[in-house]
């Protein structure tokens, strides 16, 4: 099997490498080989790759997903997450050897968060910021191309590898700092190792070839930023990080007091329910999520 993946130095592309299986052949690139952001270089490039070998999976892990940045480069948010799609899209239906499928990734901010009800795949979207407008504008390109894809939304997503929520918190804690954390946006923390789980279980198994269009994909259960804080602050404590419960030393604080030039959703939990069905694939909660990662974590700075 021949997969090609976009954005290998992600949270998510670096987790779906860790899980590499044998018999598999990852074709992947960086930033600087298929510029997302430089429609002649992508174009030319991803279709000599598509030419030349037979891909199964495109995978895109690339993506602008710095939220607050989207407010600001507005343009740069919308070539890489909507335009860029064209451009993929476009590719494979000209170049494939064979039905290359493409496995995408998108979010819960493409809804607004009104209410307390989750969110299905088929719940209408309404985008409150440029990073889940941008994101939407590149599910509909994927949708109008009407080329075999998968789209999974996810959200709030962690790793042991580059920036994110779990890492700034257990780093910032280490520094005795006191943390204010929003406690009024809940949503259902994700592991990359997860996500790139659920996508070797969909190569492994040939299940795409049944199941196109867009799934919900995340942990199980739904918490807010302030108590995801206090568990990494708990949990971290138990495995021996810190010696004493530091965990007060987190605070919660509404939306409104924090000052931010993005809007986000205040509730963000979507239901999984159509996928763990079609996919006949269990999910794990996001605190076994968390505590997974957090060892990864303390067993590399051992
Ligand atoms: N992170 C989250 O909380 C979250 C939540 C919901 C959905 N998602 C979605 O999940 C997917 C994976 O997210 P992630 O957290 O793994 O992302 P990530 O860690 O931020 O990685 C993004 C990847 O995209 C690459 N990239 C950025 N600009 C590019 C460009 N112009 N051309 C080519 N590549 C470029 C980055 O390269 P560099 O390393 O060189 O910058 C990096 O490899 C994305 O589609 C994202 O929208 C993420």
């Avoid at 280490?174 to 954390?181: A, G, H, S, W, Y």
């Amino acid at each position: 099997m021949n997969i090609l993946l976009l954005g290998k130095t992600g949270q998510v592309a670096q987790s779906f490498l860790s899980m590499k299986k044998s018999k598999t052949r990852i074709l992947a690139f960086d930033r600087e080989e298929m510029p997302l952001d430089d429609r002649h270089k992508l174009s030319n490039n991803l279709s000599n790759v598509l030419r030349n070998n037979s891909i199964d999976f495109l995978i895109n892990a690339a993506a602008f997903t710095d939220v607050n940045e989207a407010e600001v480069n507005s343009q740069l948010a919308f070539e890489i997450n909507s335009n860029a799609l064209l451009t993929i899209t476009r590719e494979i239906k000209k170049n494939s050897k064979k039905k290359t499928t493409l496995i995408h990734f998108s979010t819960d901010y493409i809804f607004d968060g009104t209410g307390n009800k989750p969110w299905y795949p088929h719940s209408k979207p309404n985008p409150l910021n440029v990073y889940g407008k941008s994101k939407l504008k590149g599910e509909e390109a994927i949708i109008h191309s009407n080329i075999p894809a998968l789209i999974l939304r996810t959200s709030w997503v962690f790793s042991k590898n580059g920036t994110n929520f779990l890492k700034t918190v257990l780093n910032k804690l280490k520094k005795n700092e006191t943390l204010k954390i929003v406690d009024d946006q809940s949503g259902s923390p994700t592991s990359s190792d997860f996500i790139s789980k659920f996508c070797w279980h969909v190569l492994e198994n040939s299940l795409e070839y049944k199941k196109f269009g867009i799934y919900h994909l995340t942990g199980k259960g739904v918490t807010t930023w302030y108590k995801f804080a206090k568990f990494i602050a708990k949990t971290a404590h138990e495995k021996g990080v810190f010696d004493v419960d530091i965990s007060n030393n987190i605070l919660p604080v509404k939306s409104s007091d924090y000052s931010s030039k993005v809007i986000r959703p205040k509730n963000s939990y979507l239901d999984c329910q159509s996928l763990e069905k079609d996919f006949s694939f269990p999910r794990t909660t996001w605190q076994e999520q968390t505590s997974k990662i957090l060892d990864q974590i303390i067993s590399e700075t051992k």
